[in-house]
């Protein structure tokens, strides 16, 4: 199986293949990035730079006007298209068409602008590059396009995502609605498309025929900067979101019983502790112990052990409603937190689990001791519910031992 292609590695491939003058600098004027087209058109190296002020391929009348592009970019504006002389590495002046967009961080604000020059004496190698880079993107394994103001979609180009049984070239002329066979402006993602044509761009994820896609939208501007539309790229990802929900998993959940581990359970019993004192709601802590385990492990040995604990583990299972977590909390001790649970609903489940495992019949026979704490009644903090949980199991095993015993010593 391929693997997943990352975006930023793509938008490296496009930058490296295409010949136009590609460069990026911060908002103080320092040049970050510099493109195989940018050496070529200007003359310098990377090395001779990046690091340096962008200033010194500027004609010395444009010094001012560049130091106002770069304070209307601070304040969050700033004009996406010019026509402007650039200074050759041998003095030289070019006449480049330049477009800016801008590099946001996640709040919005502009770090960083991305220029893209054109020699305006260079038309025949434009057309060529361009060519080359659609050649590019055709064979990539995401989507690029583009739509209208009414959201008819006007370009789509890239490697058609798996699983979608329509042609790009199918898509043109049809509307974004069209596609997601709805007419709900505020569903995903048409909602994104027309904060795109109101200029916020958006990032998110999207589940479509059992698939999961990376979508950009952004607007898309005319060469005067006013928004005609929208550009978006998609990006399956459907294989990496299943290996971190497989990772996450493995990170959340006990090996052998399949159960919640012991972190996951003290995490969720936090956040219902929080959600209780917000809306006054009690729920129930259950901690149970495996009775003689020990003595399971010493007569039947260690994997006679393991599948008692399985089969405890089972028992909370079939018992606990899909609302509440059951866990393994180490060892032969087990946990289950009982969200909106009240005493009678504490008292109920903990029977049904010590019931349903005493009539299994496999050796050999399994009981288990619980202790039950209600919130907010036996505490209002994790650790005052687990001692008092922990304090009635307790109880609840010395009364089994000292019932068994006696029927030992006969």
Not at 159 to 175: C, D, H, Q, T, V
Not at 277 to 293: M, T
Request: proline share 4%; aromatic share 6%; net charge negative.
């Amino acid at each position: 199986m391929p693997l997943p292609v990352r975006t930023e590695l793509l938008l490296s491939a496009i930058l490296s293949s295409t010949e136009d003058a590609v460069l990026s600098f911060a908002l103080d004027g320092t040049v970050q990035s510099w493109s195989p087209g940018a050496r070529h058109l200007y003359g310098y190296a990377d090395s001779e730079i990046v690091g340096h002020p962008l200033a010194r391929l500027l004609p010395a009348g444009d010094a001012p006007a560049f130091e106002g592009l770069l304070r209307a970019a601070i304040s969050g504006e700033f004009p996406h298209h010019e026509t402007s002389p650039r200074l050759h590495k041998d003095g030289s002046a070019v006449l480049v068409q330049l477009t800016h967009v801008p590099v946001r961080d996640d709040h919005g604000h502009i770090i960083a602008i991305v220029e893209n020059g054109a020699s305006l004496a260079s038309h025949s190698v434009e057309s060529a590059s361009e060519e080359h880079l659609k050649l590019l993107i055709e064979q990539m394994p995401m989507v690029v396009w583009t739509t209208d103001k009414e959201l008819r979609i006007t370009s789509c180009l890239g490697a058609r995502l798996r699983g979608a049984k329509i042609r790009n070239e199918e898509l043109l002329g049809k509307s974004v609605y069209e596609y997601l066979k709805c007419q709900d402006r505020h569903t995903t993602p048409a909602v994104q498309h027309y904060e795109a044509l109101r200029g916020v761009s958006s990032q998110f994820e999207y589940k479509r025929n059992n698939r999961t896609f990376e979508l950009h939208l952004e607007p898309l501007r005319s060469p005067a900067g006013e928004i005609i539309g929208c550009i978006g790229a998609g990006l399956d990802i459907t294989e990496r979101k299943k290996n971190e929900e497989k990772v996450h998993y493995q990170a959340t959940h006990d090996a052998l019983t399949g159960l919640a581990n012991y972190r996951e359970f003290l995490d969720s019993l936090e956040r219902e502790v929080r959600r209780g004192e917000r809306s006054n709601r009690s729920f129930a802590v259950l901690l149970l112990d495996l009775d003689e385990l020990k003595m399971i492990n010493d007569r039947f040995g260690h994997l006679a052990g393991n599948r008692a604990l399985k089969r405890l583990s089972e028992v909370m299972k079939e018992q606990c409603r899909a609302t509440d977590l059951a866990a393994r909390y180490g060892g032969d001790e087990f946990a289950v937190l009982l969200v909106d649970g009240d005493p009678g609903m504490a008292r109920q489940i903990a029977g049904r689990i010590e019931h349903a495992l005493a009539a299994r019949r496999e050796e050999p026979r399994l009981s288990v001791s619980i202790g039950i704490s209600i919130f907010p009644d036996d505490g209002r903090s994790v650790q005052d519910l687990l001692e008092t949980a922990d304090r009635e199991l307790y109880q609840r095993k010395r009364g089994t031992r000292s019932r068994v015993a006696p029927a030992r010593a006969r």
